[in-house]
């Protein structure tokens, strides 16, 4: 909740993909970080204990799971998105999934670079003013790293 009270409308739109209100934000939050079955959610924390970002990522399809980020705003650009990518495709890959499919607004050009930075193979598509990332995930077991 405290992360939350501190994001911006802008992140908040982004990680959502409209105007949310801030308490239906935060409730959503929550509830992913209570995952069970199939479903990821990573938090990160500063060095204070504080959370600072999240990660969720629900299965889609039997090889295809849905995936979204937030940062703080006071956060980003100091690496805590790409350590949640990493960590997420990191779960995933371990479960098998093939396909980490990212829903993204146009301007979230943030999520394109961390996408593109992490080397793995992805194409887009242009769906109703938003852009749909289908990112290419590495085969279990392959070693496979992400560009820090």
Known sequence: MAM????????????????????????ELRREIRCTGR???LV???????????????PVADDCSE???IV????????????????IVRALTEQGVRTMRIEMLYH?????RLVEH??????????DGTIELLV?????GAGASLAS
């Open 4 to 27: 939350a009270r501190t994001l911006s409308q802008d992140s908040i739109c982004s990680r959502f993909m409209a105007f949310v209100r801030r308490d239906a934000a935060t409730a």
């Open 118 to 127: 992490s080397k793995l193979p992805f194409t887009q598509q242009r769906i």
């Open 72 to 87: 703080s705003d006071r956060s980003q650009h100091h690496g805590v998105g790409a350590l949640l990518f990493a960590g």
């Open 108 to 112: 979230n050009f943030n999520m394109m």
């Open 136 to 140: 290419r995930l590495p085969r279990r």
């Open 67 to 69: 995936a979204a980020f």
């Open 44 to 58: 990160a924390e500063n060095v204070d204990g504080a959370i600072v970002g999240e990660a969720y990522a629900v």
């Open 39 to 41: 479903e990821v959610a």
